[in-house]
């Protein structure tokens, strides 16, 4: 069982940066590939970024590809986002998730969920 609690979310403008962590609580953290998605209001929860067990491997939407890094940190069991070059369009709520298999982009694959952590990037 995990357990996952995201953070570093708020409001900026245009061009800036947040970097959002998640922290996990759970034996099996370092075993699983850790995703963030994000849900627009009234749109659907949409893949951003994906890391391996190990940290080696890395995936990413290409709407963010180039602006967001997704890392992990496996003793302080914790994955981070990196978003830098924020726009209006990357609004919505971002979720921290957990996956026992292998990474993937569906969210129905991701056994574990966080709360969501708000940003909102104004004009």
């Known amino acids: 069982q995990v357990q996952l609690v995201e953070s570093g979310g708020g409001l900026v403008q245009t061009g800036d940066s947040l970097r959002l962590s998640c922290a996990a609580s759970g034996r099996a953290f370092s075993t699983y590939t850790m995703g963030w998605f994000r849900q627009a209001p009234g749109k659907e929860r949409d893949f951003v970024a994906a890391i391996n067990w190990g940290g080696g491997n890395a995936y990413y939407a290409n709407s963010v590809k180039g602006r967001f890094t997704i890392s992990r940190d496996n003793a302080k069991n914790t994955v981070y986002l990196q978003m830098n070059s924020l726009k209006p369009e990357d609004t919505a709520v971002y979720y921290c998730?957990?996956?026992?298999?292998?990474?993937?982009?569906?969210?129905?694959?991701?056994?574990?969920w966080g709360q969501g952590t708000q940003v909102t990037v104004s004009s």
């Open positions: 998730a957990a996956d026992r298999r292998a990474m993937n982009t569906n969210p129905l694959y991701y056994d574990y």
